[in-house]
């Protein structure tokens, strides 16, 4: 069954302060492995689609990168509008459902 | 221009009641799901109807049924609320059905169900 990991839970940050989150996956055949930002009491926001290994995608302050066995969401010189709960999701081949983590708190001070 | 809308935002209930909850999207995806958040914020797959046919129905009681009157909307009810149905739900859609080549899926602003 397919599987989602990120690390860590929580992750506290001063503004400028660059840092990346962890996403481990296990699944038989990715077609596609999104990143998610998701503010309190909102639904899940769309950031990134990756592929293939070895993809990178970029959004201001925000990097995605993929492997084969996880992704990274790097967050370059943060600032505290960037404070959410960051979601990764893998999308099977032979499905159409996202399958979650449990996400990443970020909480950046000033 | 509200891309996908649910209603209501919060429905506070007493165990035994039936309930539903309305998705509309006007992004003309073909595809809608039902997810449910805990309270841990685990996001987990309910149902997914493409063009109004049901292609997702995960391990879910039969006390919770969607309904597709169209493509644009997806409804959720729920007969006989326990109190482990508290939980926040969220509608999302898509563009893409069963085919090729990976989709995203935008989500709704979430309804929070609290049974007592």
């Known amino acids: 069954e397919d599987q989602v990991t990120q690390s860590p839970e929580a992750l506290r940050l001063q503004e400028g302060e660059s840092s990346s989150l962890n996403c481990s996956y296990t699944v038989s055949g990715l077609r596609g492995l999104f990143w998610y930002r998701q503010d309190p009491g909102k639904g899940p926001e769309f950031l990134f689609t990756l592929y293939s290994a070895g993809e990178e995608k970029e959004k201001e302050r925000l990097k995605a990168t993929l492997t084969k066995k996880e992704s990274f969401l790097h967050i370059t010189a943060p600032k505290p509008e960037d404070s959410a709960t960051y979601l990764c999701?893998?999308?099977?081949?032979?499905?159409?459902?996202?399958?979650f983590g449990t996400g990443t708190r970020l909480l950046v001070s000033p | 221009d509200t891309a996908v809308s649910q209603t209501p935002k919060y429905l506070v209930t007493q165990m035994g009641n039936d309930k539903s909850i309305k998705c509309e999207q006007n992004?003309?995806?073909?595809?809608m799901y039902w997810y449910k958040q805990d309270s841990k914020k685990f996001l987990k797959i309910m149902f997914s109807y493409n063009n109004k046919e049901l292609i997702i129905n995960e391990t879910v009681p039969n006390r919770f049924s969607p309904k597709s009157p169209d493509k644009a909307h997806l409804n959720l009810h729920i007969n006989s609320l326990e109190l482990g149905d508290s939980a926040v739900y969220f509608c999302?859609?898509?563009?893409?059905?069963?085919?090729?080549?990976?989709?995203?899926?935008?989500f709704g602003p979430g309804t929070r169900l609290t049974v007592l």
């Open positions: 999701a893998v999308q099977d081949l032979g499905f159409q459902k996202l399958v």
């Open positions: 992004l003309g995806h073909d595809t």
């Open positions: 999302a859609s898509s563009p893409y059905p069963l085919a090729g080549g990976t989709d995203t899926q935008y």
